[in-house]
């Protein structure tokens, strides 16, 4: 089917974040329901999720890509400051700003989020009630939990004592400081595993040039307090997909599974064959998007469209 991407603007909590709006060329000027959607930890929008988008857009659904403020071509300053309430902030702000546009139905608007967006979408879910499906593919679900699988005992005391330096030299005045989002194996790095190191700086170097390898040190305080899934049973009524993969070392399977069995219905778990990046690009992709393609179409089309696309119309 085709479709339309225009580059789009809208204000989150000040400032400008950007992104792409996809729009099915058919049924032009009809509402029509729409998905919301961002990257996980410090990528940026280009890093594959236009793969994502399209398939929503050919089936139906009005798509919203965007960055973050303080990454990519989101406004703010410190750069590369992830911290997942303001992510939350943008997220719902992309939600009210999609919620006005034209060929949009207010009351059909569902969430996609991956990785650490995959947790953030999670928390979204639970608590703002204008989202009426949810998807959330290979998620960080705890991120002290998370730590502890990916870090040596003695090594997340270190870091943690180096936080709480950090923490006396920001409150004195202090410069902001960084760390790198990958390195090599050995190297210190926020997401210390060989698929990382591989994924972010070969998706870095060919699609993605303004995505940068490093976050605020404030940033990992707020990645170890994080806790997404600590609401994930009160999503329900909304309906959610968990899309977990089966060999999943950077947000451990076994974690998103146990924080999946905590959720109450209606919710469907998906697993899809590899690791954490293999979701992203063929042939993970199909195993990925599939379902998800399917799960808003269950819950956001109408009866009417539903019966449109059964007949092949």
Not at 50 to 79: C, I, M, S
Not at 81 to 92: A, G, L, M, S, W
Not at 108 to 133: E, M, N
Not at 168 to 197: C, F, I, M, W
């Amino acid at each position: 089917m085709a479709h339309t991407r225009q580059d789009v603007t809208f204000k989150s909590e000040g400032l400008n974040c950007k992104g792409w709006l996809y729009l099915p060329a058919e049924d032009q000027g009809q509402e029509k329901p729409a998905i919301v959607m961002a990257h996980g930890f410090s990528a940026v929008k280009e890093m594959h999720l236009p793969n994502f988008a399209e398939k929503f857009t050919d089936a139906g659904f009005v798509v919203l890509v965007f960055d973050y403020r303080y990454t990519g071509e989101g406004e703010g300053e410190p750069r590369q400051h992830v911290i997942p309430t303001e992510q939350h902030k943008d997220y719902r702000n992309a939600i009210t700003w999609i919620s006005q546009h034209p060929e949009v139905d207010e009351e059909r608007i569902g969430i996609w989020g991956s990785s650490y967006s995959g947790g953030h979408v999670l928390h979204i879910a639970a608590i703002d009630r204008r989202v009426k499906a949810v998807v959330s593919q290979v998620p960080l679900v705890n991120g002290w939990k998370n730590a502890q699988r990916l870090m040596r005992p003695d090594v997340m005391v270190n870091f943690i004592n180096d936080l709480n330096k950090y923490r006396k030299s920001r409150y004195n005045g202090g410069e902001v400081q960084h760390v790198a989002v990958v390195a090599p194996e050995g190297e210190p790095s926020a997401l210390p595993t060989p698929d990382s190191y591989e994924w972010f700086t070969i998706t870095g170097d060919t699609i993605a040039p303004n995505w940068r390898n490093e976050v605020t040190l404030e940033t990992m305080e707020s990645f170890l307090e994080y806790n997404p899934a600590g609401l994930i049973e009160i999503i329900s009524p909304t309906p959610l997909l968990m899309v977990v993969a089966e060999n999943d070392v950077l947000t451990p399977t076994d974690l998103a599974i146990e924080a999946f069995g905590k959720a109450r219905e209606p919710k469907e778990l998906a697993i899809i064959p590899g690791g954490h990046f293999d979701a992203y690009t063929e042939p993970g992709l199909s195993y990925s998007a599939t379902p998800a393609v399917e799960w808003f179409k269950k819950y956001l089309k109408n009866k009417k469209e539903q019966g449109a696309e059964k007949m092949g119309v």
